[in-house]
């Protein structure tokens, strides 16, 4: 992926949660920073449904600058993970204990996730 999105809006209340995405260097991936919510998630899916047509067996997701994912991001990386064909995974390094809590206790099976927190 050789294009960085962001998204960052700015309401009457203040400033919304932003999420930042950039290539990684030396391998396949991305790393991101900020929240993926409703405000951010069109941002999150489009870096998954990029990454599912990537065509190496590992994909990084560097998740180190991400403090929030609700449900409905995380459903996303799981669907996402069940569209890779076999052999194929995300590995989601240093995701908020939030998103792998709920991928734990709610896609156990999902085969095409891997958590590291190193």
Same mark, same amino acid.
């Given at each position: 992926?050789?294009t960085r999105?962001?998204l960052?809006?700015t309401?009457s209340?203040?400033?919304?949660p932003?999420?930042?995405?950039?290539p990684?260097a030396?391998r396949?991936g991305?790393?991101?920073?900020?929240?993926?919510?409703?405000?951010? $998630?069109a941002?999150?899916?489009?870096?998954?449904e990029?990454?599912?047509?990537?065509?190496? +067996?590992?994909?990084y997701? %560097?998740l @180190?600058?991400?403090t929030?994912v609700?449900v409905?991001?995380a459903?996303?990386?799981?669907?996402a993970?069940?569209q890779?064909r076999?052999?194929?995974r995300?590995?989601? $390094?240093?995701?908020p204990?939030?998103?792998?809590r709920t991928?734990?206790?709610l896609?156990? +099976?999902q085969?095409?996730? %891997?958590? @590291?927190?190193?």
């Amino acid at each position: 992926m050789n294009t960085r999105h962001q998204l960052s809006e700015t309401g009457s209340r203040g400033p919304e949660p932003g999420l930042a995405v950039f290539p990684l260097a030396g391998r396949r991936g991305v790393r991101a920073a900020g929240e993926v919510g409703l405000t951010t $998630r069109a941002i999150w899916e489009g870096v998954l449904e990029q990454a599912v047509r990537e065509d190496d +067996d590992v994909y990084y997701l %560097e998740l @180190s600058g991400v403090t929030f994912v609700d449900v409905a991001g995380a459903g996303a990386l799981a669907a996402a993970a069940g569209q890779l064909r076999d052999g194929r995974r995300f590995v989601v $390094r240093r995701p908020p204990p939030a998103l792998r809590r709920t991928l734990d206790l709610l896609w156990p +099976d999902q085969r095409g996730i %891997e958590v @590291s927190t190193s």
